[in-house]
């Protein structure tokens, strides 16, 4: 995946930094050559020998080394790589790049080069959500520099919610799809739903269904990959936001709604994977339930058809939905995207442990005029060849 590409691997001081011994070796698998450059900080999580035995380079750290800069002066380092990745990158790195401050090697390296930069931000919940972080972000990404996460989840300090650094894998993935090229969607924004959604029946209790969100997180990161700004408007998951995805997390399908509408003018493709609810309690009342007859009649009301709203507004994005079906599927399928005005859509089997949080899945694509069955496979690689056709089909109504 990134054959003979030079990494520059800067590592920061956090608890992370664990992890980028494990990521310097998978960088290697990659086919990737790796010079690995510490802050001080960073030598007090990890010991620079284990990034040096996983790299197959000595490690670089002191800017004032007349040894090292005698082999490979920090100009000539700077000017080495095909890529910069900062992983972790902590809250002082992010706020010292973005301020320009060139007080240690590595962030002397990121000011003296002109290569893609890519951050794998890793802190606490708080500082990562503190506005001085965020405004350096801002900055940081204002200037053309990828960050590359926070993901979502338990942190090292007790604390669960966005801060956490990426996985290995998804940092590479997030660096080889800039670095090969691949852009296909490069310029175009494409808007994604995901996950089940969670409607209300008391404070406590709610319907919902059984989707992971592994399709639409596959799709979103599928779609970033591929040079696209994209947006992922999810219900509750378990999962971690994928490289260079804005996601935005909602219950209700009146929510999703709410956060899908006002952006769908804006997107270029929008990818409908979310399993809304199709009914919603028409009363959840603000005291929880109390049981007393032997039956309860529950009365619903029907939820907004986002894909169906979006598909209808005038000069609307290309609007790809799904479709999960137990029976009668391509039928089924045809008659959805006819109905609801679809540019695509890609049916798959349901049911009988089918499809419903596995990691694997089968598309059956259908648009006017065509289909393909896109054979079982890893929902991450189907995910990639979904996003091939609709890129293709996209650029040939564009
Ligand atoms: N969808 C949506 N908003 C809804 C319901 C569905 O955006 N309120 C989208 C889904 O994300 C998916 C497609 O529409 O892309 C599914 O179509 P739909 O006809 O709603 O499928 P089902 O809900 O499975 O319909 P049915 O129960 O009639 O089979």
């Known amino acids: ?30 086919g ?60 002082h790195f992010l706020a010292r790049v973005a301020h320009g401050l060139a007080d240690d090697l590595l962030t002397t390296l990121c000011l003296a080069t002109d290569k893609p930069m890519f951050l794998a931000p890793a802190m606490n919940r708080l500082m990562w959500t503190n506005p001085a972080t965020q405004s350096n972000v801002s900055r940081l990404r ?7 996460g926070p993901g979502v989840g338990a942190q090292a300090c007790g604390e669960t919610g966005v801060g956490r650094m990426l996985g290995p894998l998804e940092l590479i993935q997030g660096l080889a799809g800039t670095l090969t090229g691949d852009h296909v969607l490069e310029g175009n924004r494409v808007l994604v739903t995901a996950g089940p959604t969670r409607e209300p029946l008391d404070p406590v209790r709610f319907m919902t269904n059984r989707s ?19 947006t992922l408007v999810s219900g509750p998951v378990a999962l971690d936001t994928p490289a260079n995805v804005e996601r935005i997390d909602v219950e209700t399908a009146a929510e999703m709604q709410a ?9 270029h493709i929008f990818i409908a ?26 009365e619903l009301v029907r939820n907004p058809d986002i894909l169906a709203e979006v598909a ?13 079906e137990t029976h009668d599927l391509e039928a089924y399928a045809r008659a959805k995207l006819t109905a609801k005005g679809l540019d ?35 929902k991450t690689e189907l995910a990639s060849v979904l996003m091939r056709r609709v890129a293709e089909r996209f650029h040939a109504q564009n």
Not at 67 to 84: C, F, K, N, Q, S
Not at 312 to 324: D, E, M
Request: proline share 5%.
């Open 32 to 91: 990737a050559e790796v010079q690995v450059v510490m802050t001080r900080a960073a030598c007090a999580f990890i010991s620079p020998m284990t990034l040096q035995a996983v790299s197959g380079r000595a490690v670089r750290s002191e800017l004032m080394d007349p040894e090292a800069e005698a082999g490979m002066g920090h100009i000539e380092l700077a000017r080495w790589p095909d890529a910069v990745l900062v992983a972790p990158a902590s809250a």
């Open 1 to 30: 995946m990134l054959k003979d590409r030079r990494i520059l691997l800067g590592i920061t001081g956090g608890i992370a930094a664990y992890k980028a011994a494990e990521l310097s070796r998978r960088l290697v698998e990659a």
């Open 312 to 324: 209808a507004l005038p000069s609307g994005p290309f609007c790809v939905g799904f479709a999960a």
């Open 142 to 148: 204002e200037r053309g520099i990828r960050l590359l």
């Open 212 to 230: 992971s969100g592994k399709m639409g997180f596959a799709v979103a990161q599928a779609a970033a990959a591929m040079g696209a700004q994209v």
């Open 344 to 378: 695509m859509i890609a049916a798959n089997a349901v049911g009988n442990g089918l499809a419903f949080d596995r990691d694997q899945n089968t598309l059956h694509l259908f648009w006017p005029g065509g289909d393909e069955i896109l054979p079982t496979a890893a």
């Open 259 to 267: 956060a899908v509408v006002p952006r769908a003018g804006d997107a």
């Open 273 to 298: 994977t979310a399993a809304v609810s199709d009914y919603r309690p028409l009363v959840a009342g603000d005291r929880k339930i109390k049981k007393s007859a032997d039956r309860l009649q529950l």
